[in-house]
Nanobody, 118 residues
Framework: QVQLQESGPGLVKPSQTLSLTCTVSGGSITTNSYYWTWIRQPPGKGLEWMGS???????YYSPSLKSRTAISRDTSKNQFTLQLSSVTPEDTAVYYC??????????WGQGTQVTVSS
């Protein structure tokens, strides 16, 4: 069974870059037909899809975040990362990494709280 675990700082200052890593175990991020995804949930709001990196390495981003978002991967470590630049307090959220295949999110990380504050 695939397991995902987010890691990264819980506090980021405004204007800085938020960086999170998702470590995947129990399966390879290069397995065909899967999308490795970042999703966030601001306090009191719903889930927001931020972007994905496909097993091929192609990336896809939310139009509203595209200018500030970069998703990359390290296949040797079976990890993928999120970088969100120029953060503001509105980027405060619980950040999740997830595996999507056949239209379904079949595996999720436990989520990590990131607060943007000076």
């Amino acid at each position: 069974q695939v397991q995902l675990q987010e890691s990264g700082p819980g506090l980021v200052k405004p204007s800085q870059t938020l960086s999170l890593t998702c470590t995947v175990s129990g399966g390879s991020i290069t397995t065909n037909s899967y999308y490795w995804t970042w999703i966030r949930q601001p306090p009191g709001k719903g889930l927001e899809w931020m972007g994905s990196i496909a097993s091929s390495g192609s990336t896809y981003y939310s139009p509203s975040l595209k200018s500030r978002t970069a998703i990359s991967r390290d296949t040797s470590k079976n990890q993928f990362t999120l970088q969100l630049s120029s953060v503001t307090p509105e980027d405060t959220a619980v950040y999740y990494c997830a595996k999507r295949g056949a239209g379904l999110y079949s595996s999720w990380g436990q989520g990590t709280q990131v607060t943007v504050s000076s």
